[in-house]
């Protein structure tokens, strides 16, 4: 008797745990990136290149030498850790004692910064310079205080 009862809810419990095992399988939906697209994250800071500018002088032994710099508009987009940030890319000859070509990756977003060497656990770095569809504008005033 209690097999019977069982097995008319049976059809049931199938539509039920059937879209779970999935689910935990793997199977349901997707948890990973997704487009994101300018309105997902407020506009970027406007002292952004400030902060950039103040870090290279930090950085490079001889500021003041820094030649053929440009700067990449920002791109909106999410790093590996799922953070929306934008995306900004420094392209720079530091000369030969300083390393030569170099490229830098920044991430902005309200209220947090990732810079280079303190990156503040942001997945965000050169690769995604070389990934991401940018828009480069020449900086030749990186090394002037603003």
Same mark, same amino acid.
């Given at each position: 008797?209690?097999? +019977?009862?069982?097995?008319?809810?049976? $059809? +049931?419990? +199938?539509?039920?745990?059937? $879209?779970?095992?999935?689910?935990?399988?793997?199977?349901?939906?997707?948890?990973?990136?997704?487009?994101?697209?300018?309105?997902?994250?407020?506009?970027?800071?406007?002292?952004?290149?400030?902060?950039?500018?103040?870090?290279?002088?930090?950085?490079?032994?001889?500021?003041?030498?820094?030649?053929?710099?440009?700067?990449?508009? $920002?791109?909106?987009?999410?790093?590996?850790?799922?953070?929306?940030?934008?995306?900004?890319?420094?392209?720079?000859?530091?000369?030969?004692?300083?390393?030569?070509?170099?490229?830098?990756?920044?991430?902005?977003?309200?209220?947090?910064?990732?810079?280079?060497l303190s990156r503040a656990g942001s997945s965000v770095n050169r690769a995604d310079c070389a990934t991401a569809p940018l828009t480069w504008?020449?900086?030749?005033?990186?090394?002037?205080? $603003?």
């Open positions: 008797m209690a097999g +019977k009862r069982f097995c008319r809810w049976e $059809p +049931k419990l +199938k539509r039920l745990l059937f $879209p779970a095992l999935l689910f935990l399988a793997g199977c349901g939906p997707s948890t990973g990136q997704r487009a994101v697209t300018p309105g997902d994250l407020p506009p970027i800071a406007r002292d952004y290149r400030a902060r950039i500018a103040e870090w290279a002088r930090g950085f490079y032994r001889d500021p003041g030498a820094l030649r053929d710099a440009a700067l990449s508009d $920002p791109v909106l987009t999410r790093d590996s850790t799922g953070r929306l940030l934008w995306l900004v890319c420094l392209d720079v000859d530091a000369g030969p004692g300083s390393g030569g070509r170099q490229m830098q990756a920044f991430g902005f977003a309200p209220g947090y910064v990732s810079l280079p504008r020449p900086w030749p005033g990186l090394h002037a205080r $603003p």
